[in-house]
């Protein structure tokens, strides 16, 4: 990561799929994270000046010119059209270049354009995303997945997946509460110091079988000649494959055991490996919007670790509240006595999901809630919600 001194601009190019959206706003958050003191040139921000429109990149081009660095975001790790064409112009005016995970939250500086789509196939992504209701990473896992079992090329791959799912001339509509590149939360989205129960087993077969596609003699093998990792890696693993029963282990651990058998990290939740939380989580839920309502007008939200507040003189209400942490399979307790109402708590994980749709952490005069409502307005209001709020 080039550190933040000197980095006084930052274009951010990302798909115009994800323009104002949650997971827009969480992209700008990260990038403000890595880069405290700089100003980030959003061209979300611009579609309404004369000149840029995405068939004029010249006006984006003066932008991208002007800035220090590029960071940008892709579909599943391909590359759209236009953000091709941006990330093109900062390599060769030799400004560095990130790609931002925004699930990881990493920033990883590129040096060439790998995995890009034209047009066409970027929009044949995107319908088919609308078509299945599925996000950029279950769809990108499909894809390669058709290209590893059929030996074809990502142009052939995706005509495969447009010929099964054919795609009408009118673009479809997305009838969902929140943004469908936003809507799914995944595993690797928790922090990295929380635990969730996982089926040892099933990760054990999931070891397995990467061990054979490797080619790797054992578990010892592998690990010590040819990643060549201490053997305290070794002793690890052994530990915590000695007994295959359900047990809790660390985000972290999860992901550097993918990383280290190259494993896709949206294996372990096709795979199924979580016993008690059922990654991937579907914020496209009614109840997960109303409970941000509550919290929005008469809670708070500490940090990703503490569980969330509701305060309330009406015990009625804070029914109501645990109904909804409940219709979301999250946990309640509750309500207490509190210096000047009740109050009631949810679990962190309930919070991380309201944060995942926009509710802030921390004193909402600082840092404004996001929640889009509209959509939910319209498919919701009239029935159970305008009767509680």
Known sequence: MQSDVGVKRIYYAHPMEIYYTPREHKELEIIKKHFPNAEIINPALFQDKTGAIHSNMSFFYELIDSCDILVYSDLGG?????????????????????????????LIRVFEIKDALSLEE??????????????????????????????????????IIFDNFKVEHERFKDHNFISLLSRFYHWWQEPDNVQHYVNMGKLKTILDKRLNELGAKSLRSYILKELKLPRTR?????????????????????KRFCEDFRIPYIE???????????????????????LASHIINEG????????????????????????????????????????KALVSYADPLTGRLLNAIGVPYGSKTINQPFVDFKRECQMTFGNTMSRQH
């Not at 939740?269 to 109840?287: H, I, Q, Y």
């Not at 219709?327 to 509750?334: A, T």
Request: glycine content about 4%; proline content about 3%; charged content about 30%.
């Open 234 to 254: 070794y002793d690890y693993y052994t530990y915590l494959f000695k007994e295959l029963r359900d047990k809790p282990v660390e985000i972290k651990t999860l």
């Open 122 to 159: 970027t929009q044949v992504l995107t319908d088919v995303m609308l078509r299945l209701s599925i996000d950029d990473v279950e769809l990108a896992y499909v894809v390669r997945e058709i290209m590893k079992e059929r030996g074809c090329s990502l142009q052939e791959a995706l005509k």
């Open 300 to 339: 708070h939200m500490r940090t990703e670790n503490k569980s969330i507040e509701y305060y309330n003189k009406d015990p009625v209400l804070h029914f109501h509240f645990k109904n909804r942490v409940e219709e979301i399979g999250g946990s309640f307790s509750g309500p207490f006595e509190a210096k």
């Open 78 to 106: 391909f590359i759209t059209t236009g953000v091709q064409m941006e990330i093109k112009r900062a390599l060769e005016r030799g400004k560095p270049v990130y790609r931002l995970d925004w699930r990881t939250r990493q």
């Open 268 to 290: 372990l939740e096709r795979e199924t490996v979580f016993s008690k939380v059922r990654f991937l989580l579907d914020l496209n839920n009614p109840s997960i919007f109303m």
